[in-house]
């Protein structure tokens, strides 16, 4: 009989009471090895299973991808190779697991591989009940199917492995798969998140809020479904030479809108769940709220904004002021602790007066593309004078939201500015702080001051802009201090809207769709059906809808679709990284030298204006090349498949 090694719970300790954080704590699990038939005879043994599986989503978490720091959004000085390119086949830049270079691919096989073998399986258990086999099941499809989706982003076309799993008594040379074709993949994933999707749950309890739900599935699902349909995959001939071992083409070369029309109906599912919403907060009496307009001011949400605080609305979905369990936005989140996480992002945000790693810096042009409070750019702001790029503010009450001597191109912005980015001259609360010296501090990054440039050492953000998108006021690292726990925002209901708009506006004609559940479902460039979804991100941010003509203009609403994602998603699942990739954008977006303030000026009332003057970040270069589109495969994954091709371009 087959043997199979894997991990059983730990005795006293059940999977399905577990939360997130406990069922990828590797430590509590011990290896046995067991027959098939006694692996499934018992529910503990199956819990153990199902758990194992889950401790693959560690290696999956797009929080954790080392390239969110490769796109030209944020900029972490220790991640230099993800932004100029240094990295190989032989150095992929990939090594999660302790396995070499292939570590992470080896790490998320052998998850398709507990969940396929555990999909076949389960069903011989005998204490399980009809209902308990069916969620374990759904949630092998979407951790199979997650699985696929993880190395798919990375190295484009990957070989799928047979439902029923890999007999491990095999050598790998035996087992040894070629690349599958894109379009296949794709086929693959969609039909076990369908699957996942007629049987996972609606909602889950409090101690489960890291198990899939209906929504997850719907959600993952009409996000493949919108990459697959993007300009990368989507009839491009410029892969036209991406192979497998004996010279098929993996990328389709002909384009098909009707993989817009999919990926618009499958967001259409998830809205039509009824379970999600966009994350609103009531105003209060710090709230930053928008100059008045007359169509949209004194009206509701999702009509308008009287009832909306931006700020916080947008904030509080980050920073751990509501736990993910309350929140109606997030569809599929993990909790967060230690390093490698949303908390070591904080610590590493945080400046070094406070104690903090002072790294985490924004790019200029992310900067300026936020628009304005009233909803312009900053381009059509300068125009009459609103935005202005020289001056500094005399008072702490001239403006909202802005202390003294801070420079005057970061007044009248949007509130999802100021729940991001700390400018120069930014306040951090720090309000779990023992001594009240480092409460409320107004910090700056100026050359020679304590958190900026010290002699040539440039142990600072290198764009002298921090990000502060995932810091709470409560948050201090000094003695005494705490970091409010965070949630994983892994999906979000923003995104299905997003989703949708982008899908429908590139449609040209009408399609019928079959829905997962077997319904049919029509799908064209409705105007109307685009703007039910924008303005309801513009209006929670306190911004006016787009006009009539942008609409009517599939080109313009395509580039304001692309800035609402780059704004909404910032330091998110390295969505910014990929919309490049997907978009084809990156050969232009990613070769412009990144962009900051001019970090060596120091605090002269003379010269401080010099320090906004926009600058290269000449220590960070910047470089992309055509094969950069996809990550090298490892050249340990090669030796161990020798039916594996290398993506083109790289050695």
Request: aromatic residues 12%; charged residues 25%.
């Given at each position: 009989m087959k043997k199979l090694i894997f991990n059983i719970i730990a005795i006293g300790t059940i999977f399905m009471l577990s939360s997130c954080a406990d069922y990828l704590n590797v430590d509590k699990y011990f290896?046995?090895?067991?027959?098939?038939?006694?692996?499934?005879?018992?529910?503990?043994?199956?819990?153990?299973?199902?758990?194992?599986?889950?401790?693959?989503?560690?290696?999956?978490?797009e929080f954790k991808e080392r390239y969110r720091w490769g796109s030209d959004d944020l900029i972490n000085p220790d991640e230099k190779a993800m932004q100029n390119g240094n990295y190989s086949a032989d150095d992929p830049l990939d090594?999660?697991?302790?396995?070499?270079?292939?570590?992470?691919?080896?790490?998320?096989?052998?998850?398709?591989?507990?969940?396929?073998?555990?999909i076949d399986n389960v069903g011989r258990c005998p204490e399980l009940t009809l209902t308990e086999v069916s969620d374990y099941t759904a949630q092998a499809h979407f951790l199979r199917a997650y699985a696929y989706w993880s190395l798919l982003r990375r190295y484009g076309p990957i070989p799928l492995i047979p439902k029923e799993?890999?007999?491990?008594?095999?050598?790998?040379?035996?087992?040894?798969?070629?690349?599958?074709?894109?379009?296949?993949?794709?086929?693959?994933i969609n039909e076990?998140?369908?699957?996942?999707?007629?049987?996972?749950?609606?909602?889950?309890?409090?101690?489960?809020?890291?198990?899939?739900t209906k929504g997850a599935a719907l959600t993952l699902r009409a996000r493949v479904l919108l990459y697959a349909a993007s300009p990368l995959f989507n009839g491009n001939t410029d892969l036209f030479n991406m192979k497998?071992?004996?010279?098929?083409?993996?990328?389709?070369?002909?384009?098909?809108?009707?993989?817009?029309?999919?990926?618009?109906?499958?967001?259409k599912d998830v809205m039509e769940l009824n379970q999600y919403s966009l994350n609103i907060i009531k105003p209060s009496a710090t709230t930053i709220m928008p100059p008045h307009h007359a169509e949209y001011s004194d009206?509701?949400?999702?009509?308008?904004?009287?009832?909306?605080?931006?700020?916080?609305?947008?904030?509080?979905?980050?920073d751990g002021t509501i736990l993910g369990s309350k929140n109606d936005e997030l569809i599929f989140t993990r909790t967060n602790e230690g390093h490698n996480t949303?908390?070591?992002?904080?610590?590493?945000?945080?400046?070094?007066?406070?104690?903090?790693?002072?790294?985490?810096?924004?790019?200029?042009?992310?900067?300026?593309?936020?628009?304005?409070?009233?909803?312009?750019?900053?381009?059509?702001?300068?125009?009459?004078?609103?935005y202005q790029e020289r001056g500094f503010t005399t008072s702490s009450t001239e403006y909202p939201f802005l202390p003294a001597k801070v420079s005057l191109q970061y007044a009248n912005r949007e509130p999802r500015f100021y729940a991001s980015i700390a400018y120069n001259g930014s306040i951090w609360e720090c309000e779990s702080a023992n001594e009240s010296k480092y409460r409320r501090q107004q910090l700056f990054y100026y050359k020679n001051e304590n958190d900026g440039k010290l002699g040539f050492k440039e142990d600072l953000p290198l764009s002298g802009i921090g990000f502060k998108k995932f810091y709470n006021p409560e948050d201090a690292l000094t003695t005494g201090g705490y970091v409010v726990n965070k949630t994983e925002p892994s999906m979000r209901y923003a995104e299905v809207l997003l989703i949708y708009a982008e899908a429908l506006n590139e449609l040209t004609t009408t399609h019928n769709v079959v829905t997962y559940n077997g319904n049919s479902t029509t799908i064209s460039r409705d105007i109307e059906e685009m703007r039910y979804a924008l303005k309801q991100i513009r209006f929670r941010a306190g911004l006016p809808d787009f006009k009539d003509d942008i609409y009517a203009d599939q080109g313009e609403l395509r580039t304001r679709i692309k800035r609402e994602r780059q704004i909404e998603f910032l330091g998110e699942n390295a969505f910014r990284f990929?919309?490049?990739?997907?978009?084809?954008?990156?050969?232009?977006?990613?070769?412009?030298?990144?962009?900051?303030?001019?970090?060596?000026?120091?605090?002269?009332?003379?010269?401080?204006?010099?320090?906004?003057?926009?600058?290269?970040?000449?220590?960070?270069?910047?470089?992309?090349?055509?094969?950069?589109?996809?990550?090298?495969?490892?050249?340990?994954?090669?030796?161990?498949?020798?039916?594996?091709?290398?993506?083109?371009?790289?050695?």
């Open positions: 290896y046995d090895q067991l027959s098939l038939d006694s692996a499934f005879a018992k529910k503990i043994y199956v819990d153990g299973w199902l758990a194992n599986a889950y401790e693959g989503m560690n290696f999956m978490a090594n999660m697991d302790g396995r070499g270079a292939a570590g992470t691919m080896y790490k998320v096989y052998e998850t398709v591989r507990k969940a396929s073998t555990f799993g890999l007999d491990v008594n095999l050598s790998y040379e035996t087992l040894s798969l070629p690349r599958s074709k894109f379009d296949d993949i794709i086929n693959f076990d998140l369908e699957l996942a999707a007629v049987n996972l749950p609606v909602r889950r309890t409090i101690n489960n809020m890291g198990h899939p497998d071992n004996v010279g098929n083409q993996l990328i389709n070369q002909t384009y098909d809108e009707g993989k817009w029309a999919r990926a618009a109906a499958a967001a009206k509701e949400f999702p009509n308008g904004w009287a009832d909306v605080d931006p700020y916080a609305s947008y904030k509080s979905i980050f949303i908390r070591g992002l904080v610590e590493s945000c945080i400046p070094r007066t406070l104690n903090g790693g002072n790294k985490i810096g924004v790019s200029q042009k992310m900067v300026d593309a936020y628009y304005m409070n009233d909803g312009r750019t900053i381009q059509e702001g300068k125009a009459d004078g609103y990929l919309d490049n990739r997907r978009w084809k954008d990156a050969m232009v977006e990613e070769n412009m030298p990144l962009m900051g303030c001019n970090i060596n000026i120091s605090y002269d009332e003379d010269k401080i204006q010099l320090y906004y003057v926009p600058t290269a970040i000449t220590s960070m270069p910047k470089n992309f090349e055509q094969k950069m589109y996809f990550f090298p495969i490892p050249t340990e994954e090669l030796k161990r498949n020798v039916n594996m091709t290398q993506n083109p371009g790289w050695q």
